[in-house]
């Protein structure tokens, strides 16, 4: 099989279906191709009592902003995926579930993408296939022992699914502090292994985090404003959107019972071993945490507020750095790492050391091939519900400039 298109954006998600309303308003033909179902890394990559870490209000997608009873929760898993599947059938997203892309070659002045069926030929492609591709197991991950169960973040479905027994989280981002927040909670002991992480509390000054990330501009950084290109990789402030909203971090994990060590280094037999850093880690999170509210500081001076929180000193907490996994009766390592890029299937050499896209406003230099949904594919916030929107824009309206006159899009719904 055979068939040609004229666009062709790979991947259903929001930055998928957010390109694809754009050039829809534009109406330029073109398909989407998704290896699942519209949202299916919403759908199978998080587990079963998952919920947004961002309020409902500040859900932007294009013709698909957040509209319910409720602006200030926390959308769970459901009906995340039920508001994209009915923001994709609002617009009639060309969407062909089922459709894994292979791989990506060039052709002649275009492109053609391997898929289960045969091949298709497009002038013009949208690599939007997510900013969580490929989970990131530290060094020395293969010496836990085979007789304890591993799953990635992404494999875990709630406590009941793993054998009984104490729990070993490794990795304390926003997934490994829920997890081991919800596995504490259900009876277990929990021991989360930690590593570099900002946080600040859910609300400060009758605002919840996010409107303070948003007004003080903090999701509006560049690449070129981080301090190297290896901070793309730093994780999202440490909190949560359980129970409405809560405080999530190393010192309320500790408070409530969660035993946290150092940085994961490696195992021998059942004994597996922890950096001496505990310390160090929460002390580095801290200063993250008051690089922000420098920031915050500087919004409330502008506007004549009360700073309204302080980070506060250092809790005094120091970790084992040797844990024996059978005389813990610690049954179940989770690895909850982080995620890198993987474009292994995109046969153009575009990438940079790191494996990102090198692009401009998601624009590679290979004429035709654009980027969608990268983590600062142009600012802080490019990879997230809230922004995700305005880069797409810029994407379809260079697509459409570059086949004929643009159109003006208009409006926020279709």
């Given amino acids: 099989m055979s068939e040609s298109v004229d666009v062709a954006i790979v991947g259903a998600g929001q930055a998928g279906l957010a390109t694809s309303w754009y050039l829809t308003q534009a109406n330029v033909d073109h398909v989407v191709l998704e290896a699942g179902r519209v949202a299916e890394t919403w759908r199978s990559r998080r587990w079963d009592s998952f919920c947004l870490v961002?309020?409902?209000?500040?859900?932007?997608?294009?013709?698909?902003?957040?509209?319910?009873?409720?602006?200030?929760?926390?959308?769970d898993r459901a009906a995340l995926v039920d508001h994209f599947q009915r923001w994709s059938d609002s617009f009639h997203a060309p969407v062909r579930d089922g459709c894994h892309v292979s791989a990506l070659d060039p052709e002649g002045d275009g492109f053609v993408l391997s898929l289960p069926g045969g091949k298709l030929r497009a002038r013009t492609v949208v690599v939007a296939s997510g900013g969580y591709q490929r989970a990131h197991l530290p060094a020395n991950s293969d010496q836990i022992p085979a007789t304890v169960t591993q799953l990635l973040a992404e494999e875990y479905g709630n406590p009941a699914s793993l054998p009984p027994g104490a729990v070993l989280v490794i990795g304390s981002g926003q997934t490994g502090?829920?997890?081991?927040?919800?596995?504490?909670?259900?009876?277990?002991?929990?021991?989360?292994?930690?590593?570099?992480?900002?946080?600040?509390?859910?609300?400060?000054?009758?605002?919840?985090?996010?409107?303070?990330?948003?007004?003080?501009?903090?999701?509006?950084?560049?690449?070129?404003?981080?301090?190297?290109?290896?901070?793309?990789?730093?994780g999202n402030p440490q909190n949560s959107g359980h129970g409405g909203g809560h405080d999530l971090n190393y010192r309320t994990l500790h408070a409530m019972g969660v035993e946290l060590v150092g940085r994961y280094l490696?195992?021998?037999?059942?004994?597996?071993?922890?950096?001496?850093?505990?310390?160090?880690t929460i002390h580095s999170g801290d200063e993250l945490s008051r690089t922000f509210m420098k920031s915050v500081a500087a919004l409330c001076e502008r506007r004549g507020l009360p700073v309204p929180w302080e980070v506060p000193p250092p809790p005094g907490i120091t970790g084992r750095t040797e844990l024996d996994l059978r005389a813990e009766g610690v049954t179940s390592v989770i690895w909850t790492a982080g995620y890198r890029p993987d474009y292994r299937w995109?046969?153009?050499p575009v990438f940079d050391e790191m494996g990102f896209p090198v692009q401009v406003d998601g624009r590679s230099a290979v004429p035709g091939l654009y980027f969608m949904g990268v983590h600062f594919q142009r600012k802080a916030q490019s990879a997230v519900l809230y922004g995700v929107g305005e880069d797409a824009e810029i994407v379809a309206r260079d697509i459409v400039e570059n086949t004929r006159p643009i159109p003006a899009f208009g409006g926020t719904s279709p």
């Fill in 54 to 75: 961002t309020p409902n209000w500040s859900v932007k997608l294009p013709g698909g902003e957040y509209s319910g009873p409720e602006p200030d929760g926390f959308m």
């Fill in 177 to 234: 502090c829920q997890l081991a927040e919800e596995l504490h909670h259900s009876g277990r002991k929990v021991f989360l292994a930690c590593g570099r992480a900002p946080w600040a509390p859910r609300r400060m000054g009758g605002h919840d985090l996010v409107w303070w990330i948003l007004e003080t501009g903090w999701w509006d950084r560049t690449l070129g404003q981080l301090p190297s290109p290896a901070a793309r990789l730093l």
């Fill in 266 to 280: 490696g195992a021998d037999g059942t004994k597996v071993h922890f950096a001496d850093d505990l310390a160090q």
């Fill in 346 to 348: 995109v046969h153009f």
